[in-house]
């Protein structure tokens, strides 16, 4: 506090960085975590956005192609080798276990549409991992940061008490320095906790939403699955 003391009495700047310079260990500490957290936050929400773009144009791509005029066979056959999207790894889980579900004399194996649906449902899953991850960092920091931000001004403002009682001077040269430091952390952690929530509650939407239209590709394949099955049962009867 002796330098801070000294700097006042200079007519310090008291931009960010002098009062980081300023502040004491634990308001540092409290600082450079919110800091790296703020960093963190939007390299998570600037990847998420370039993702969710991806994957929503491959999406709808898969889905003009499936329900074009080619076959479901011929489209397995084409992309089977190297899926690309979700909805194409989603596909090709299920037509894996239907081309596993026929004996080698063709007959299909009792059963089949079960196992196909879970398969579809385990891709499934793995997809909707795979777009939620990362999403509950920026959860973490935006509930927690304001209240560690708060931790740090608290332990500031003791500081500036605990000098004033050395002092025994309150003249506003003296606590504007140790208040500037205390009010910055508050100031950091309120910085990295709004972009937090905003990209958390976009980028959960988008997420639910190419989730939703997952759950629906995985149903109406499955519908004709199960269509084709008791097709086959038929002619087979």
Known sequence: METE?????????FNLLNLFLLAGFVV????????LASIICWAIIFQKLLFFGRVRNQT???????????S???????????????????????????????????????GAS?????????AVNNEINTLSRGLDFLATVGSTAPFVGLFGTVWGIMNVFSEIG?????NLAVIAPGIGE???ATALGLLAAIPAVVFYNNLSTKANSLAARFD??????????????????QSDE
């Open 72 to 110: 479901v066979e011929e489209l397995y056959d084409r992309i089977k080798g190297n899926p690309i999207g979700a909805l194409q790894r989603i596909f090709c889980a299920a037509m894996d276990e239907w081309e596993k579900s026929h004996s080698k004399s063709g007959v299909l194996i009792s």
């Open 28 to 35: 540092q500490c409290v600082m450079v975590l919110l800091i």
């Open 166 to 170: 050395i002092q025994e001077n309150t």
């Open 216 to 233: 629906d590709f995985a149903d109406e394949f499955s519908t004709i699955v199960s269509r084709e099955i008791e097709q086959m049962v």
């Open 182 to 184: 205390a009010l910055a």
């Open 114 to 122: 079960s196992r196909i649906d879970r398969s579809m449902s385990n």
């Open 5 to 13: 003391l000294i700097l006042a009495s200079e007519g310090l700047d």
């Open 60 to 70: 709808l791509s898969f889905e003009n192609a499936f329900w074009s005029e080619e």
